[in-house]
């Protein structure tokens, strides 16, 4: 009778530990869960954000060729060029910091 109480025991341990783990698990994958969401609404964001420096670079690009076209200036373009690398070197690295610091 003993060996069939213990046994039962364990089968009822068992279950609970089963059921507890994976409603813990369930909790914390819905966690995760929130927090990718988050990221992902974050990523979007600072991609929307490069899409539009992308565009504006490209804009000032056509201006800039525009402009050595009539004047035949290639060493303003070639500053602007440079100027635009640092700009959005310092833009992403500033994304990534905002990223690390909200990850």
């Known amino acids: 009778m003993r060996g069939e109480i213990i046994t039962n025991d364990d089968d009822d341990d068992n279950s609970d530990d089963d059921n507890d783990s994976d409603d813990g698990n369930d909790d914390d994958d819905d966690d995760d869960d929130d927090d990718d969401g988050g990221g992902v609404i974050v990523m979007m964001m600072v991609v929307m ?18 402009i050595m076209v009539e004047e035949g200036v290639v060493v303003v373009v070639v500053t602007m060029m440079m100027t635009v690398t640092i700009i959005m070197m310092l833009v992403k690295a500033t994304a990534m910091m905002t990223l690390v610091a909200l990850i």
């Open 49 to 66: 954000m490069m899409m539009m420096m992308i565009i504006v670079v490209m804009m000032m690009m056509m201006m800039m060729m525009m």
